[in-house]
């Protein structure tokens, strides 16, 4: 019974289609929180403002790879307005070999920074033109990922991410 459980369970993986399948370089993960990342694969990342001039990202169907990284606060949960969640997201195509970017061309991958949280004035999205990003492709179907960068004026935990992503 055992074995036939194991047997579904990769079944499933295998044929699922997986955003994300394995990382070797773990991102820098603030401390008292949790770290999430994702790949998405033919998708394109498409920055928007709202009526009151606030930015968001949406991920629609593209020719490029979406990458992103999400780090949540533990919270205790009888504290109100404590949750703190900090995400980055970026584009790249994946046929390139190598990327490198640095401060105002952070924008020609669309680094993009969120931040929610309840703190007044330093929360919603932000473009990132300061820092570095380098995109190198290790093999068909794995990038390593390393990105340091800095938002100006938002006061921010996430800084540095190094990671090694596989795709299918």
């Known amino acids: 019974m055992k074995v036939t459980s194991v047997l579904f ?3 499933v993986f295998v044929s699922c ?3 994300l399948l394995y990382t070797d370089h773990q991102p820098i993960c603030p401390k008292n929180g949790t770290c999430v990342s994702q790949l998405f694969n033919h998708k394109n990342l498409y920055l928007k403002e709202d009526s009151i001039g606030s930015w968001y990202p949406i991920i629609g169907e593209g020719n490029k790879a979406i990458y992103k990284f999400v780090f949540k606060k533990n919270t205790q949960k009888k504290q109100a307005d404590a949750n703190y969640t900090e995400a980055i997201y970026l584009e ?3 046929s390139l070999n190598f990327l490198k ?3 105002q061309d ?3 991958s669309k680094v993009f920074y969120q931040r929610f949280c309840y703190c007044k004035g ?3 999205g932000f473009p ?3 820092g570095g990003l380098k995109i ?3 093999s068909k179907n794995s990038f390593r990922i390393q990105l340091q960068f800095e938002v100006e004026g938002i006061p921010h935990l996430l800084k540095n991410i190094d990671q090694t992503v596989f795709v299918n």
């Open 101 to 103: 970017l640095e401060d």
């Open 92 to 94: 790249f195509n994946p």
């Open 9 to 11: 369970v990769l079944f």
């Open 106 to 108: 952070l924008q020609k």
């Open 128 to 130: 990132v033109k300061m």
């Open 136 to 138: 190198k492709k290790i």
């Open 17 to 19: 289609k997986t955003n």
């Open 122 to 124: 330093f929360s919603g």
